[in-house]
Nanobody, 127 residues
């Protein structure tokens, strides 16, 4: 059973950087569709990026604008989200999510597609 855990959140000033980590896919890592989401207070959960670890395919949301980069360490079965030039509007709880890869639906950042979620890690960007 997949149990995800995020880490790496914290408080940073505007323009700062953070790297979030997600572990827990274990044996399911190679057949996973994984994603990073975030949810700010009073807002809906928002997809940031998806990654298919087996092939390294990624798909970013438009708002990312090159500031966020997803990467993976296959030996450690870990997915990372590196965030740079952070803005106050990036303040949110960030979640890692997993589902088994399928072609239908495709690996997309649709919250309802994902069956396993981490507990989230808080990111606060202060001006």
């Amino acid at each position: 059973q997949v149990q995800l855990m995020e880490s790496g959140g914290g408080s940073v000033p505007v323009g700062g950087s953070l790297r979030l980590s997600c572990v827990g896919a274990e044996d399911r890592y190679r057949t996973a569709c994984m994603a990073w989401f975030r949810q700010a207070p009073g807002k809906e959960r928002e997809g940031i990026v998806t990654v298919i670890p087996a092939v390294g395919t990624t798909d970013y949301a438009d708002f990312v604008g090159g500031r966020f980069t997803v990467s993976q360490n296959n030996a450690e079965k870990t997915v990372y989200l590196e965030m740079k030039r952070l803005k106050p509007e990036d303040t949110a709880i960030y979640y890692c999510a997993y589902r088994e890869f399928t072609f239908t639906p495709p690996c997309r950042a649709q919250p309802s597609d994902f069956s396993v979620w981490g507990q989230g890690t808080q990111v606060t960007v202060s001006s």
